[in-house]
T-cell receptor
Framework: AQSVTQPDIHITVSEGASLELRCNYS??????LFWYVQSPGQGLQLLLK??????LVQGIKGFEAEFKRSQSSFNLRKPSVHWSDAAEYFC??????????FGPGTSLSVIP | NAGVTQTPKFRILKIGQSMTLQCTQD?????MYWYRQDPGMGLKLIYY???????DKGEVPNGYNVSRSTTEDFPLRLELAAPSQTSVYFC????????????FGQGTRLTVV
């Protein structure tokens, strides 16, 4: 069965600094990979997704993620963080035949 | 386009009371899910369904029941509310294949006192 890990429970960055959130998955074939963001008191919103093609995918709000098959990773990046990016971030994996599995989440704090 | 709709948004229950959290989706998705989210604990899968008439337990099913009589609706039932069920509940739906993502409702904040 597929699984997702997010090694960092909480990350704090300064506004304007770069950001990388880690995600590792376990699955025998090429999965469908997603990053979601949850702002305080809100539901989950899709940032970006990968299912084939270019391994570097662009998402909303200036985020991007890179699929690395050799490392079973799908890390989320942003070159310059804004205070409004403070939120909970969830990585998820899906397949063509099974349910979507979510990672435990990484909480991002942004220092002004 | 309504997507996934959850009702109610907020609810306070007394210990031992019962209630049903409603969830409906209009995207004809086969898969539907119920999660609970406690502060700092991520999403815990309660139950999920792969289609009408089929349900299965997730990580934390105790104290909950579900049914899936139609593709659109996936209600979550709490029979005897306990303080440990105080949480935010999210319903989601997805379709296997094609890389389609899960779509979430806005959540139900439940407090059991």
């Amino acid at each position: 069965a597929q699984s997702v890990t997010q090694p960092d429970i909480h990350i704090t960055v300064s506004e304007g600094a770069s950001l990388e959130l880690r995600c590792n998955y376990s699955y025998g074939a090429t999965p469908y990979l997603f990053w979601y963001v949850q702002s305080p008191g809100q539901g989950l919103q899709l940032l970006l997704k990968y299912f084939s093609g270019d391994t570097l995918v662009q998402g909303i709000k200036g985020f991007e993620a890179e699929f690395k098959r050799s490392q079973s990773s799908f890390n989320l990046r942003k070159p310059s963080v804004h205070w409004s990016d403070a939120a909970e971030y969830f990585c998820a994996v899906g397949t063509s035949y099974d349910k979507v599995i979510f990672g435990p989440g990484t909480s991002l704090s942004v220092i002004p | 386009n309504a997507g996934v709709t959850q009702t109610p948004k907020f609810r306070i229950l007394k210990i031992g009371q019962s209630m049903t959290l409603q969830c409906t989706q209009d995207m004809n998705h086969n898969y539907m899910y119920w999660y609970r989210q406690d502060p700092g604990m991520g999403l815990k899968l309660i139950y999920y369904s792969v289609g009408a008439g089929i349900t299965d337990k997730g990580e934390v099913p105790n104290g909950y029941n579900v049914s899936r009589s139609t593709t659109e609706d996936f209600p979550l039932r709490l029979e005897l509310a306990a303080p440990s069920q105080t949480s935010v509940y999210f319903c989601a739906s997805s379709s296997p294949g094609g890389g389609t993502e899960a779509f979430f409702g806005q959540g139900t904040r439940l407090t059991v006192v």
